[in-house]
């Protein structure tokens, strides 16, 4: 009786996980294909099959990342109700994503340090982050145009939004002692929010 076969997916799942797992404690320079092999237990061919290069499962593992915040951006774009509440739910989950990848965090460095002088990296890291501003841009004008927030340039906003929750990231991964990672970016958002409302009756 033959074994069944593992579907695509679930092999590029865990040829991710196993490649995450390398990155965060060697590096992705010092890193080699051979280490993501011998962590996913897999043979060579198979990593080759579906990703050519380490290159290619560094690209990977970028979107995997954030594949997820892009999602819940979506979601909330796609609810009704105040734009303020939906903000923090939104900054709630993506603090809670980002605390349940802790022990990814430092690739998510690397990528930056990467992206000043590889630009298959820069370039990915300029598509996500434009297409995330965009998308909270349009939601902040909802707010604008609903009247919940004074009238304000909702991609400056955002881009201020998106700048101060990185900061937070870097200052947590920095003095974890000193920043609890959900509670101080609601708390910078409650900030961002109170200005936004600043002369609404």
């Known amino acids: 009786m033959g074994t069944k076969k593992e579907s695509p997916e679930r092999r590029k799942t865990q040829i991710l996980d196993a490649a995450m797992e390398v990155f965060a404690h060697l590096g992705f320079h010092k890193a080699r294909m051979d280490d993501i092999v011998q962590e996913s237990g897999l043979s060579k061919g198979a990593i080759y099959w579906y990703f050519k ?14 594949s997820r915040e892009h999602q819940a951006l979506n979601d909330t774009l796609s609810q009704t109700g105040p734009v303020s509440d939906r903000l923090v739910n939104l900054v709630r989950q993506s603090a809670q994503h980002t605390l ?6 430092p690739l998510m460095f690397e990528f930056y340090a990467l992206a000043a002088r590889h630009e298959q990296i820069r370039t990915a890291l300029q598509r996500y982050y434009a297409t995330y501003r965009s998308k909270l841009a349009r939601l902040i004008q909802e707010g604008v145009d609903s009247g919940e927030f004074a009238p304000v340039d909702a991609d ?9 929750f990185e900061g937070l990231i870097l200052l947590w991964v920095v003095d974890p002692e000193k920043v609890t990672l959900e509670e101080d970016a609601l708390s910078s958002l409650r900030t ?10």
Do not use: C, N
């Open 156 to 164: 400056k906003v955002a881009l201020s939004s998106i700048a101060s």
């Open 53 to 66: 290069s380490k290159d290619a499962i560094i690209a990977a593992i970028l979107d995997r990342i954030f």
């Open 100 to 105: 349940s990848l802790e022990f990814s965090i």
């Open 192 to 201: 961002i929010i109170d200005s936004l409302r600043r002369g609404v009756d």
